[in-house]
Nanobody, 125 residues
């Protein structure tokens, strides 16, 4: 069992930056692919970014590529999402997720086994 706790959300002006963190419990963090998803008002949950177990490979949604960076520190059981050049369309609840996910499937929310409660990110124009 893995428990995930996100932090770092908040209110930021367009063009600003935020860094989200997701702390995981348990000693098996390094065995999981980690992903970030988001759900905006009236929208379905969508893939944002993912990182493989070793941290060598990262994947991004086209809408955030070049602006967001996912990273992980397996010694600290934590995954991060650095978000730069934020715009109002990035407003959403951001969730981190963990799972034993194939690289070909890591954009699919249903492939992840564990989810955090989410952290709100609001970008004002």
């Amino acid at each position: 069992q893995v428990q995930l706790l996100e932090s770092g959300g908040g209110l930021v002006q367009a063009g600003g930056s935020l860094r989200l963190s997701c702390a995981a419990s348990g000693r098996t963090f390094s065995s999981y692919t980690m992903g970030w998803f988001r759900q905006g008002p009236g929208k379905e949950r969508e893939f944002v970014a993912a990182i493989t177990r070793s941290g060598i490979s990262t994947y991004y949604a086209d809408s955030v590529k070049g602006r967001f960076t996912i990273s992980r520190d397996n010694a600290k059981n934590t995954v991060y999402l650095q978000m730069n050049s934020l715009n109002p369309e990035d407003t959403a609840v951001y969730y981190c997720a963990a799972g034993s996910v194939s690289p070909t499937l890591l954009r699919r929310a249903r492939e992840y086994d564990y989810w955090g409660q989410g952290t709100q990110v609001t970008v004002s124009s």
